[in-house]
C-alpha cells in the first residue's frame, strides 16, 4: 500500500506529464531562492554557505560573505525527476540559527529570523511552489 509521500510523487508526475524535469527544475531554483530569502544576513557568511548537491549532502564550508545565491545550482540543465536534491549549509552554527532564530541578523525580508527556522518555513511552502511550478510548465 501507498503512503502518502509515494502518492504526492505520483500526482505530481501525473499532473507535470512530460513536463516533470522541467518542473522539478523550477522546484529546486524556487525553493533555493526561498532560503537565501530567509537566510538571515549579519556578516553575509551564513548566507553564501548554502550549497546544493544532487545524490548526497555538500560538506563544503566557504569564508565568502558575498554570495546571494545556493552556490552549485547554476546549471541545472540535466536535472531529472527522480533525483535525489540536497540544498545544505554546514556552518557550526547553522542548526542553532533553524531551531532557536536569529537575535540581530535580518534576511531579506527585513525580519529577524525567528525559532521556526529557515528550513522549516520552507518546507511549510512546499506545496505552493510544486502546485505553481506543475502550472508553469503546463502553460
Do not use: C, H
Not at 36 to 46: A, H, K, N
Amino acid at each position: 500500500m501507498a503512503g502518502p509521500f509515494e502518492l504526492a510523487l505520483s500526482q505530481f508526475a501525473k499532473q507535470a506529464g512530460e513536463n516533470a524535469d522541467q518542473a522539478v527544475r523550477r522546484v529546486v531554483l524556487a525553493v533555493g531562492a526561498r532560503i537565501i530569502e530567509r537566510s538571515p544576513v549579519d556578516t553575509g557568511r551564513f548566507r553564501s554557505n548554502w550549497f546544493f548537491s544532487t545524490g548526497t549532502p555538500s560538506s563544503r564550508v566557504t569564508e565568502d560573505k558575498t554570495s546571494r545565491e545556493v552556490k552549485g545550482m547554476g546549471d541545472l540543465s540535466n536535472a531529472k525527476a527522480g533525483e535525489v536534491f540536497y540544498i545544505s549549509n554546514n556552518l557550526p552554527y547553522a542548526y542553532r540559527l533553524e531551531v532557536r532564530g536569529a537575535t540581530k541578523a535580518r534576511n531579506a525580508l527585513g525580519e529577524l529570523a525567528g525559532p521556526s527556522g529557515i528550513v522549516g518555513l520552507t518546507v511549510l511552502d512546499f506545496q505552493g511552489i510544486v502546485d505553481k511550478s506543475v502550472r508553469e510548465v503546463n502553460r
